[in-house]
């Protein structure tokens, strides 16, 4: 057994390429919904990337924003309450049998980088010294 099943139809497709694909469809549909939500909260917001569920009840999308903290709780605060109208964008775009809950978080990823570029800033410092 490869890990890679035979749908019947005589293509083998990878575990998982459904949710994947899902997923980078929402990823689509939000990406150009957002810029259209009339709320002040959100502010400049970049989605980074989806995850569907093997079951596509639930997809979580990751996001970036710029802005201090307060204005990035603000467009969480925002993408919360514009979840309702969003889920149901991505009814009207995505054919699915279920409609997704939808999870919104904010992507650390970028965070994370510069805090490893300044740890490795300060150790070549050292070093130097």
């Known amino acids: 057994m490869t890990g890679v099943p035979d749908l019947g139809d005589g293509a083998a497709r990878p575990a998982g390429s459904r949710p994947n694909r899902v997923a980078e469809e929402i990823r689509e549909v939000l990406a150009t919904e ?3 939500l009339k709320d ?3 502010g400049f917001v970049t989605i980074t990337g989806a995850k569907a569920s093997p079951d596509l009840r639930h997809a ?4 970036t924003t710029l802005g201090s903290e307060a204005e990035r709780r603000g467009t969480a605060a925002g993408l919360r309450s514009a979840t309702a109208h ?3 964008v ?3 775009e995505v054919r699915l049998k279920f409609l997704p809950e939808l999870h919104f978080e904010e992507d650390a990823t970028m965070e994370r980088s510069e805090r490893i570029d300044e740890l ?3 150790l070549h ?3 130097e010294r």
Do not use: S
């Open 125 to 127: 410092e050292e070093e």
């Open 60 to 63: 979580w999308v990751y996001y």
């Open 34 to 36: 957002l810029p259209r």
């Open 86 to 88: 969003l889920r149901a």
């Open 90 to 92: 991505v009814g009207r």
């Open 120 to 122: 490795l800033r300060q």
């Open 40 to 42: 002040p909260r959100i």
